[in-house]
Each structure stands twice: as structure tokens, then as C-alpha cells.
């Protein structure tokens, strides 16, 4: 009888231990939303290539981010990615590092870099390194700087 009743105790306490709520601060909400680049609007307030440089970002945890880019690269080239597991280190910085492909590469690209956001603006900095043997000198430059969509 007393094992059964310190089985129950301790299924008991699983299962109470289980049901409490994250400790963990939701940094990621504060982030989500639509930011395009200024300098992309000119004074007549027509847009005329913001849609071609924006970064749409959600979140699919308190700590981490997912980030649909189109920004320019190195030589004004644009390209598309989407950053999947992008893990925010405090309210105002995120952490890039993961493997992803760019529209116009060919093979895996290992992206490296960081996101930082000040009020509304956000910057994006980062590397894109192209895995494939054969293309080991395949580095292209992302850069983003944009304010949010209000």
C-alpha cells in the first residue's frame, strides 16, 4: 500500500510540475511585423522599392524568430531567404547561424550574423558562406536596415 501510495505521490508531482507555465520571457513578440527600407520611399512618399527590400518577421517561440528576407546583397543584387530558427539573445538582439538556400545560389549556404533592433528600426547583418565544395569562395555580403510598418 505504501508503494502504491509513493507511486502516486510522485505521478502527482510530475504531472503539477508539468502544468506550470514558462519561465521564459517573450522577447519575440516585440519583434514581429513587416520592416522595410527608407531610403526606398522617396519624398513624394510614392514607394518604389521597398517591396523589393523588406524583411517580414514572426515568431515561433518567446526566443526565436522566423525571418522572410529580400535585401540586397553584395552588388545591389537582390535575394530571397527564409530564416527559420533565428534565436533572440535579449530583447534587441537575434543570433543568425543556421544553413538555408538563396534564391539565385546554387547549394546549401551557411548564413551567419546577427539581427539588431533599436525602437522600430532593425538592421540585419550577415554572411552567407555556400557549403558545396566546389564553391568554398561563394560568399555573399546581407545587409538590411528598415524601420516598421506602422
Same mark, same amino acid.
Given at each position: 500500500?505504501?508503494?502504491?501510495?509513493?507511486?502516486?505521490?510522485?505521478?502527482?508531482?510530475?504531472?503539477?510540475? =508539468?502544468?506550470?507555465?514558462?519561465?521564459?520571457?517573450?522577447?519575440?513578440?516585440?519583434?514581429?511585423?513587416?520592416?522595410?527600407?527608407?531610403?526606398?520611399? *522617396?519624398?513624394?512618399?510614392?514607394?518604389?522599392?521597398?517591396?523589393?527590400?523588406?524583411?517580414?518577421?514572426?515568431?515561433? =517561440? *518567446?526566443?526565436?524568430?522566423?525571418?522572410?528576407?529580400?535585401?540586397?546583397?553584395?552588388?545591389?543584387?537582390?535575394?530571397?531567404?527564409?530564416?527559420?530558427?533565428?534565436?533572440?539573445?535579449?530583447?534587441?538582439?537575434?543570433?543568425?547561424?543556421?544553413?538555408?538556400?538563396?534564391?539565385?545560389?546554387?547549394?546549401?549556404?551557411?548564413?551567419?550574423?546577427?539581427?539588431?533592433?533599436?525602437?522600430?528600426?532593425?538592421?540585419?547583418?550577415?554572411?552567407?558562406?555556400?557549403?558545396?565544395?566546389?564553391?568554398?569562395?561563394?560568399?555573399?555580403?546581407?545587409?538590411?536596415?528598415?524601420?516598421?510598418?506602422?
Amino acid at each position: 500500500m505504501k508503494k502504491i501510495l509513493f507511486i502516486c505521490t510522485i505521478l502527482a508531482a510530475l504531472f503539477i510540475s =508539468g502544468c506550470k507555465k514558462s519561465n521564459e520571457t517573450d522577447y519575440a513578440s516585440g519583434w514581429v511585423g513587416v520592416y522595410n527600407d527608407p531610403s526606398s520611399v *522617396p519624398n513624394s512618399g510614392v514607394n518604389t522599392t521597398a517591396y523589393l527590400n523588406n524583411i517580414i518577421i514572426s515568431s515561433t =517561440g *518567446p526566443s526565436t524568430l522566423k525571418i522572410q528576407i529580400k535585401a540586397i546583397e553584395t552588388n545591389y543584387i537582390y535575394t530571397y531567404t527564409t530564416l527559420k530558427g533565428v534565436n533572440l539573445n535579449g530583447a534587441t538582439v537575434a543570433n543568425i547561424d543556421e544553413m538555408d538556400n538563396l534564391t539565385e545560389g546554387t547549394g546549401q549556404y551557411h548564413i551567419k550574423g546577427t539581427l539588431t533592433m533599436t525602437g522600430t528600426h532593425v538592421v540585419l547583418s550577415a554572411t552567407a558562406t555556400n557549403t558545396a565544395s566546389t564553391k568554398e569562395t561563394d560568399i555573399k555580403t546581407l545587409y538590411f536596415s528598415g524601420i516598421k510598418n506602422q
